[in-house]
């Protein structure tokens, strides 16, 4: 009776937020469990798939934005393409994952937040990705300083990472995309920009 | 000579240069002519659209407009990871309401005319398998290969529109063509581990072990991958495997476009494949003879 008595109140922010932006319907799940039976990463996750919409539907927020799952589902698109329903899991997981990051929301998964994070450095800088920086940023922001180390020497020998960085002439466009985008993000889930995203970049805490 | 737009992607100017490298000689090949778009920018791969999906189509939505500019309609990308942001965002911008804002991101409306096609999807027209057929001078008879799409070249299968989600058949036929046994084997679209090797290594190594461990109970001598995310972690990690005893693997993992290459006559080493972190020459060297010698 409780499940009732919370959708009855009609306070769901994440699930408006989710099914707003994704378009998708989270109570067409049935909880059959087929995306978890075919999840490649199913084995480390806390919730099952199904359990992140459960949640959602339930209004159990902190659990669903405090799982591992949301930062360990890697958008392989296995469940979307079997679900019965037609369902749109990878979608769901990156509005959920979106409006962690957009509140500001500590991560379970710290290292998947940090590389994130170090990636989109990389290109919000430089307009690409440079492996090397990428590593060393990687390493810094997560704290597992030779994370790498071992693979980024071979790598070298083998000719696989160049050492000087390509940069793209107009970076400042593609800058200005993230901060454009980190605004409407801001307005979707109803958080202010400046104290969420730019204010975790500063303080390097929730990485 | 038939020019396509080219958006290489980021790991092809770097981790994946023998992938760049292979394709451009089997483009040349076949005179298709790669266009690289002009300022191309990183399409944000996994992290943008997993954190912010706004950014995700942001992205692309930029490299769009540098194709229009241009004048470049079908733009072929050899990344799988790059190829699936692209033809995500161009689905969405079929949206209007999700148009509107993506254009307020980039600051004008975005074409949608535009064909986004992977290089495995180009080489697999009829075109294209009829010539690389014809050009085969040292076919690949002898080798038995698991052929491994991965996740993103065909899925989400109303996103993609190319091959089936489930048991694709593009690569099987192109191994085929040039004279391969293909193997049949579970792992063909199941997940590498994408983009988690850096954060979560320990499930990387698991996830690529266990299709390393299916390729080779299937009889493959190798895995052919038309990814680079794939083949960085089947390829880079077999050591480090060793290492933490995971797995005792020696697999070597194939660009299909090395594959190609080396069918055409080229050598080994010129397509890359000495870049590979497992030994992959030996195998070609031992196993292949051009045909009338």
């Known amino acids: 009776m409780n499940a009732l008595e919370i959708i009855a109140d009609g306070a769901h922010p994440l699930l408006t937020f989710v099914e707003t932006t994704t378009g998708q319907r989270v109570n067409a799940c049935y909880q059959c469990g087929k995306c978890a039976a075919g999840c490649p990463v199913a084995g480390a996750m806390d919730l099952m798939p199904q359990q992140v919409l459960r949640g959602l539907e339930l209004g159990q927020e902190k659990l669903v934005l405090d799982s591992r799952t949301i930062w360990l589902c890697v958008g392989c698109q296995a469940c979307a393409t079997r679900c019965p329903n037609q369902v749109d899991l990878p979608r769901i997981m990156d509005a959920v994952r979106s409006w962690a990051v957009a509140n500001g929301r500590q991560p379970a998964e710290r290292e998947v937040r940090a590389f994130h994070r170090v990636f989109l450095k990389s290109i919000e800088l430089t307009g690409r990705v440079y492996e090397v920086g990428l590593i060393g940023g990687y390493n810094v922001t997560s704290g ?6 071992d693979l980024a020497l071979p790598m070298i ?5 160049r050492m000087i960085p390509q940069r793209v002439r107009r970076r400042r466009e593609v800058a200005s995309l993230f901060r454009r985008s980190a605004r409407m993000l801001a307005e979707d889930a109803k958080a202010e920009p400046s104290a969420t995203e730019s204010a975790a970049h500063g303080r390097g805490g929730d990485a | 000579m038939k020019q396509y737009g080219y958006y290489p992607g980021c790991s092809l100017h770097g981790t994946a240069r023998e992938y760049a490298e292979s394709s451009r000689m089997v483009c040349d090949a076949l005179e298709i002519s790669l266009r690289e778009l002009d300022d ?3 399409c944000g791969a996994s992290s943008a659209h997993m954190t912010n999906p706004w950014l995700g189509m942001a992205l692309v939505a930029r490299n769009l407009q540098l194709a229009e500019r241009d004048g470049l309609q079908e733009i072929v990308l050899p990344c799988a990871s790059c ?3 692209f033809k995500d965002t161009l689905h969405a911008l079929h949206e209007t309401e999700t148009a509107n804002k993506v254009a307020e991101l980039v600051g004008e409306a975005v074409s949608t005319d535009f064909a986004i096609v992977s290089l495995l999807e180009l080489l697999s027209r009829d075109e294209y398998l009829a010539d690389i057929r014809s050009r085969t001078k ?4 002898g080798l038995k290969l698991a052929p491994y799409y991965g996740c993103l070249l065909t899925r989400p299968q109303n996103v993609a529109q190319f091959d089936d989600p489930e048991d694709p058949q593009s690569l099987d036929v192109l191994l085929r063509e040039l004279g391969a046994e293909v193997v049949r084997w579970p792992g063909k679209v199941t997940c590498c581990g994408a983009s988690l090797p850096i954060s979560r290594t320990d499930i990387v190594l698991k996830m690529a072990d266990r299709l390393l461990t299916w390729a080779e109970k299937s009889g493959a001598d190798a895995i052919v991958t038309a990814c680079p995310m794939c083949h960085s972690n089947l390829d880079t990690r077999q050591g480090e495997m060793h290492r933490a005893g995971i ?5 070597p993992i194939y660009y299909f476009t090395e594959l190609i290459g080396v069918a055409f006559g080229h050598a080994a080493g010129d397509l890359g494949v000495g870049r590979h972190l497992t030994e992959a020459r030996s195998l070609l060297a031992d196993r292949l003879t051009p045909v009338g010698s």
Do not use: V
């Open chain 2, 40 to 42: 191309w920018n990183c």
């Open chain 2, 247 to 251: 797995g005792d693997h020696h697999m």
């Open chain 1, 144 to 149: 597992h300083l030779f994370s790498g180390f």
């Open chain 2, 138 to 141: 040292t076919p690949l008879h």
């Open chain 2, 83 to 85: 190829y699936a942001r």
């Open chain 1, 157 to 161: 020998g083998h000719g696989k990472i």
